[in-house]
């Protein structure tokens, strides 16, 4: 399988991770059975390194079904996202549509992906936010010309979707390396540990990402470092992180935070890279 430079995120996702590939790949073993990412997002890395094989899970349905509809029905997708308006009016019509359950309990696998598709690159910052009820919530970006369609990205993901052997899951992060043996690497990129209080983003799906939920990965980490499973962790460099990930091998790099609603938060911050192995 060749691999192929125009495979890289379809959506802009926070947390995203293109501008530390250049860090990630240092840590990439070079042979790996199967990898496995159970928090996939925006899938930068796993576009970056394109494995053969791969276990890719999100909690998040939307973003789920957008990547299986990629790789199952790319052509309807490109055609449905071609019917969209870069019109504020157009894109409240678009967005209130997961209020009513009766709309969108009528809307196709496809149209719902070009929905999602749609709203990410027409809102403001290109930010996927729901709120407690698992409603996107982002306000209108008023951007000149988006690149709605996005036609060769997604056929090259597509592309590539086809010719590997990924698989996706929908669910918890637990459930996303069920069944791991030997030999897979796992890339763990949950939600961030907020640095401050109003730093606090957790709302790419309803429920949040709160310190239970973080001490719960580092528990999961710990399994598969008794099993011998590698696994590398992306997370900010807080001081509650850094002491429950002491005993691994830790990493501080520098970070670009570009999503802010605050313009005088955006810059660069303190991240960490965990990992079990040297």
Not at 126 to 135: S, T
Not at 216 to 235: H, P
Request: proline share 3%; glycine share 6%; with cysteine.
């Amino acid at each position: 399988m060749k691999y192929n430079r125009l495979v890289t995120p379809v959506l802009k996702w926070v947390g995203g991770k293109r501008q530390l590939l250049s860090e990630i790949r240092k840590y990439i073993p070079k042979k790996i059975t199967t990898y496995y990412e159970p928090f996939i997002g925006g899938g930068a890395v796993l576009f970056d390194i394109q494995p053969k094989q791969a276990i890719v899970n999100d909690i998040n349905k939307e973003l789920i079904n957008l990547y299986e509809v990629i790789k199952d029905n790319v052509d309807s997708l490109i055609e449905d996202l071609r019917k969209h308006k870069n019109e504020a009016d157009y894109f409240y019509k678009i967005r209130v549509a997961d209020r009513d359950k009766k709309v969108y309990l009528n809307l196709s696998k496809v149209e719902r992906a070009s929905r999602v598709h749609y709203l990410n690159k027409t809102c403001y910052n290109g930010l996927f936010r729901v709120n407690q009820a698992g409603q996107f919530n982002s306000p209108f970006g008023r951007y000149n010309n988006p690149n709605i369609t996005n036609e060769i990205t997604l056929r090259a993901v597509s592309k590539y979707f086809n010719d590997a052997n990924i698989i996706f899951k929908c669910g918890d992060f637990e459930e996303g390396v069920k069944g791991i043996r030997k030999g897979a690497f796992v890339y763990f990129d949950s939600p961030y540990d907020p640095v401050s209080d109003s730093s606090n983003f957790t709302g790419y799906a309803k429920g949040g990402f709160d310190r239970n939920e973080q001490i719960r990965l580092k528990k999961l980490c710990d399994k598969l470092d008794n099993k011998g499973i590698k696994f590398l962790l992306s997370n900010s460099a807080t001081d509650f992180i850094l002491e429950l990930y002491k005993d691994y091998n830790i990493e501080i790099i520098k970070a670009k935070r570009t999503i802010n609603s605050n313009a005088d938060k955006r810059g660069e911050v303190d991240e960490v890279l965990v990992r079990n192995y040297e």
